[in-house]
């Protein structure tokens, strides 16, 4: 339930638009291309990042018939004017709708929207359901604002309404620009960004705003669950400070929203699950980055766990976040 993919070919967004920040593609040999940020190097990516035959022939190993797709985030483009980030997010939207109805049996799509405009972010969530894709991936923070900000309480609306899921992925990492080496946005920035856009969730009332609001957090909620008792003590140390807009402990909300099963720590899982519940941990792997669980399940099948559990996390979670029906991809 957590992969990214992206267009073979992306337009020269720059070029369109007149100004930068967007990544364009160099395929600049057979199956690979950098990604490329006007003239700085983003990363390379190989042909599993955007032919879904080669994913289907990958998954294949472990056993994976289905995989959730959605776009990789450098591409969500909150930075662009509202109405080129909706632009943008249409492109991506209708790729992803094309693999969806092209390889039925196979994908599930999220899309994307232009967060940074509520208005035409609502608009694209019509569209998204009428794609036929059953969710939205966006970011931990919107051009560093949090989630619980109430200009976006019409897209929380709107995805309730419209029986869209939600996947929170980090990015704008917190200090990026002050811990460059080392690979540290990644390793420390994106854990904290996902504690970050759980904690405003949870403390701003959105699950009780929006109480039919079904969220996923990635990478097993980032540094929320292995901080929870510090989150805890402080909401009860100093409720004058963060008690001010949700009177409801945080611990209490566990099992209300989904986490994916990225720890690549058989411990941290178990913990995980403690906390959660089988019910409310989902199968994630980040394919095709190298930071993601590339042997799909593999260290879950190693675990000892119930079948029951393996079949929550493998299958049934999953299915209930996105509120669909296994049958449909038998």
């Given at each position: ?7 073979k ?13 967007f ?17 700085k ?23 994976t ?14 930075f ?64 560093n ?42 390793l ?23 109480p ?39 611990k ?59 079949e ?19």
């Amino acid at each position: 339930m957590h992969s990214h993919i992206l267009p073979k070919h992306l337009p020269d967004w720059e070029k369109k638009f007149g100004y930068g920040g967007f990544i364009k593609l160099d395929h600049y040999k057979p199956k690979w291309a950098k990604m490329m940020q006007g003239d700085k190097f983003f990363r390379e990516i190989n042909h599993n990042c955007w032919d879904p035959e080669v994913r289907i022939k990958e998954y294949q190993k472990f056993n994976t018939q289905v995989q959730v797709i959605c776009t990789v985030p450098v591409l969500f483009s909150y930075f662009a004017k509202p109405k080129d980030g909706l632009v943008t997010a249409q492109f991506l939207n209708d790729d992803l709708a094309s693999v969806v109805k092209k390889y039925p049996k196979n994908y599930i799509g999220l899309g994307t929207i232009p967060m940074q405009s509520p208005e035409l972010a609502v608009s694209e969530l019509t569209r998204i359901k009428n794609l036929g894709l059953k969710g939205i991936q966006i970011g931990s923070n919107i051009n560093n604002k949090n989630l619980n900000e109430p200009e976006f309480f019409p897209i929380w609306q709107a995805c309730q309404q419209l029986d869209l899921a939600v996947l929170v992925h980090p990015w704008n990492m917190m200090g990026k620009a002050e811990m460059e080496n080392y690979w540290l946005p990644w390793l420390v920035g994106m854990p904290a960004e996902t504690s970050r856009a759980i904690c405003s969730i949870i403390f701003g009332g959105i699950f009780e705003k929006f109480p039919n609001l079904r969220v996923n957090f990635c990478h097993a909620s980032g540094s929320f669950l292995s901080t929870l008792g510090r989150i805890e003590h402080g909401f009860n140390s100093r409720p004058d400070l963060v008690a001010i807009d949700n009177p409801i402990n945080p611990k209490k909300y566990c099992g209300h929203y989904w986490v994916d099963c990225i720890t690549h720590d058989r411990d941290m899982l178990k913990y995980v699950l403690k906390k959660q519940g089988s019910k409310r941990v989902t199968l994630g792997s980040d394919y095709p980055f190298p930071l993601g669980d590339l042997e799909i399940g593999a260290f879950i099948n190693q675990m000892n766990l119930e079948s029951s559990e393996l079949e929550d996390i493998f299958c049934n979670s999953t299915l209930e976040w996105l509120n669909i029906n296994k049958e449909d991809y038998l």
